[in-house]
């Protein structure tokens, strides 16, 4: 059986009773070079362990199983379960736990499955949870390397430059815990159904962070207030998101401070700028 051939796909999906679930956000891929560069992006092979996060029907379970030592799944539509023991019978380093990854403690499964081994990230991940899962896997703080297929505008913010239109939030938060790189793209009609938009394959490498940060929490709710009113000005902006803590005036005297302009916007602030303006307006 071809996972990425649409009329096998078709008969495995109509011999289940399968039908797509718009809210799960799923798409099956139909092209076999996709699972495979992916596969091999990820860098899985001996030794590994991957955890994957839905698997759909299994193209990309598959090929990682090839390569890795053990590889489990974690699925949330538990009408799939039926269709990838069929579709992974022949793979058995790969296995299937029924789940959220939102709601799983990962680290804890991490740890679990796959003692010995180096810990890897890899998924087609459904549109619907893109950056919760992301963050989740970053924040598990147990992978070598995290590889996933996502939404092409999601991909671009999180590997995009200070000053640049897709530069936020999101962005500092990946680039300050891993050094991403965008691969490539897979157009829609790589996909069952085909999507609206083109995705892309990102793999993010843990790294200690760019700058020294003494209180992380306070760093991150600058960084989001910074990006809350992307219009306004970076005191603007400060000042009426952290309004219960500062003032307008410390706001522009921290940004003095750092040797920033004083209408400035967050957007232009690499890493470096942000673990400075948290610590002077802390200060």
Not at 104 to 114: C, K, M, Y
Not at 127 to 141: F, G, R
Not at 151 to 167: F, H, L, N, S
Request: one cysteine or more; charged letters at 20%.
């Amino acid at each position: 059986m071809d996972l990425c051939n649409v009329n096998d796909i078709k008969a495995l999906l109509g011999r289940h009773g399968f039908r797509f679930s718009k809210s799960m956000g799923q798409n099956f891929l139909i092209q076999s070079w996709v699972p495979r560069d992916i596969a091999e992006a990820s860098g899985a092979g001996k030794g590994c362990g991957v955890l994957e996060v839905g698997p759909g029907i299994g193209p990309l379970t598959r090929e990682l199983a090839r390569r890795a030592d053990k590889v489990v799944s974690v699925e949330l539509d538990r009408s799939l379960l039926p269709i990838l023991e069929e579709t992974l019978a022949d793979c058995p380093n790969a296995r299937v736990c029924p789940g959220d990854i939102l709601k799983t403690d990962i680290s804890a499964l991490v740890g679990e499955e796959f003692p010995g081994l180096i810990p890897l990230a890899c998924a087609n991940l459904p549109y619907n949870i893109t950056t919760p899962a992301i963050m989740a896997l970053i924040q598990a703080k147990c992978f070598s390397a995290i590889t996933v297929m996502i939404q092409r505008e999601v991909a671009r913010r999180i590997c995009a430059a200070p000053g640049t239109a897709d530069y936020g939030a999101f962005s500092v938060f990946c680039q300050y815990h891993t050094k991403p790189e965008l691969l490539f793209d897979v157009p829609p009609e790589c996909f069952l159904p085909a999507p609206k938009v083109t995705s892309s394959v990102v793999r993010m490498v843990p790294t200690p962070p760019p700058a020294e940060v003494d209180d992380e929490a306070h760093f991150f709710r600058v960084v989001r207030a910074a990006f809350a009113q992307r219009r306004k000005t970076l005191v603007n902006s400060l000042s009426s998101a952290l309004g219960d803590s500062i003032t307008k005036q410390e706001a522009v005297k921290a940004i003095s401070s750092c040797g920033l302009p004083e209408h400035i916007r967050g957007e232009r602030l690499s890493i470096s700028d942000f673990a400075a303006l948290s610590k002077a307006l802390r200060g």
